[in-house]
């Protein structure tokens, strides 16, 4: 029997092995990968081609919603089961229109997760039932192709990966450091967000990436 590979994409250590020790009693389903940030969980996915990839929202460098968005749109044959401690609608209809598969509680039992992995695998939806009613109609895929034009869509995916490190605080140093690229071309990124989207403060930056879901609104922030 063919098994069911899957990706796993949390930035806490302790709960990528909780699921895994989960996942390790399904006869049929291996996890072939770990992935602590959005950036190496597409970068994985790439490599790996995993049946499934269950993602967090709230990944550093790369957010799960802008992962989901890349990883549908450049390997579809991968589907993206998003896990979040939120319920909240805006998350949901976003994440879905993004192209994910399913959306699932952190706070769900190991056989709705094997039981969603099974579902997406073949090639269906699967939502936790406290927020199925709310998913919106249609399938992922064909939602995907009217993504939201919100954010995540107007910019490219290095503008978000910029937007999402300068919302979190980290000065254009730190910025360049985590991207490879210099302090210039950051400075750069940093000033073409601010005049596409007609804001001009970090302050409106991060509040405005909190928004547009590419930083949870449960992340705390400090401005200076």
Known sequence: MKRITVL???DHRIVREGFRSLLEHETDIEVVGEAATGR????LTQKLRPAVV??????????????????????PESKVLILSAHSDAAYVDH?????AAGFLLKQTSSANLALAIREIQKGKSYFSHSVSK????????SAGKNASKRNGNSLSSR??????????GKPNKQVAAELGVSFKT???HRQHL??????HDVAGLTRYAIAEGIIENSVRITIH
Request: charged residues 20%; negative net charge.
């Open 95 to 99: 994440v879905t229109a993004l192209g």
């Open 40 to 43: 190496e969980a597409v970068q």
């Open 8 to 10: 796993l994409a949390e």
């Open 194 to 199: 601010m005049s596409k989207l007609n804001i």
């Open 186 to 188: 950051v400075d750069k």
């Open 159 to 168: 503008e978000v990966e910029v937007l999402q490190l300068i919302a979190e």
């Open 54 to 75: 269950v993602m967090d929202i709230a990944m550093p460098l790369l957010n799960g919603l802008e992962a989901t968005r890349q990883i549908c749109k450049n390997f």
């Open 134 to 141: 709310r998913a919106p109609a249609g399938t992922p895929n």
